[in-house]
């Protein structure tokens, strides 16, 4: 095959295979720095990836304009790295830690997201020219939303944009769904904005203390077991037999506090003093008699919802529907009912007057 470059353009070639070594040593570095920024600052992106240029490919870009370049340092695009956000504002966050870790040639970067044509969704990406201490090339950064990325390859797997005629009714329908998806990825957005908003102000409420405030939600929830509320109850119960108290998530409880009518933070709250004793004389009747030295920290809410199906008059049907939700349904749970029903009647709480 005749070889098109001429002798300027094949010094390049040269000058990339001696220095492809140093390049992809350099990708893995930079991609490196990038995960070790990202991890600092607990940020999780939806992809990190890069590329070399390989070599067919530098030469069709040579054989294009190779007149363009003295040499291959002016191929600000031989490494290439994309960072792919869940979100649209996650990007100029991940653009702010670039600017951090690289030199960043301004004159050559382009902020495509500034554009406005109907049909550039998927071509918004912001692109930075970076240069690294100790590495003779510059590189490319790309960065775009996960929903950017797809319609950018739904695009190129379609043909759209690579200068084939598309038929008009296929580009009006290609232009609607890039509208939808642009919406999308500001929706999105905009959503995941107002629940940081959302659990800030609920971290704010729970730490004062307003928990008649808080309307009950896996959010507050969560927020609400940061304060340890069972904490002192299963320290209680613990020193029955001067157990340990093994942590284990109380997130399944959610639905049981939700299921006996708690509509806020405080309800639980009211539960812990209205049937904290009950709970404590259910727990004492479990292991008063045992050599058990680990307890689980689900030991004080697990009663508690027993103590409050009791004495509300939940009795074995009760039961037995908290225990299907915790362990999912089976006969076993039905045992435990039984074996629940033949003592904790006879406790001392069950006999106290329910207000």
Known sequence: MENRLDAHCEAIIQEYRSAKPQIEAAADEVSKRLRQAFAEVGFLPAALEYRVKTEESLRGKLELKG?????LADITDILGLRVITFYSDDVDKVASMVERL???DWANSVDKRKLHEVD???YLSLHYICSMEGFGYRFEVQMR????????????DTGYKSGVEVPREYLRNLNRLAGMLE???EQFSRI?????????????LVASGNLDEVALDGETYRSYLELRP??????RIAAVNQAEVQQVSLMPYLPIFSEMGCRTLGDIERMIKEYGEGAYQIACYQIGLTDLDIISSSLAPQNLCIAGILMGGGGRAGLKRMFDMLNGPSEGNGVL???LMEQVPNLPFMNMEHK
């Open 67 to 71: 007149n363009k370049y003295r040499s």
């Open 102 to 104: 690289f030199e960043v």
């Open 120 to 122: 550039s969704f998927g």
């Open 145 to 156: 939303t996960i929903l950017q990325h797809a319609w950018a390859n739904l695009n190129h």
């Open 183 to 185: 919406l999308a990825d």
């Open 192 to 204: 995941h904005s107002e629940l940081a908003d959302y659990r800030r102000r609920v971290q704010g």
């Open 230 to 235: 069972f904490d002192k109850l299963n320290r």
């Open 337 to 339: 009912v039984e074996m």
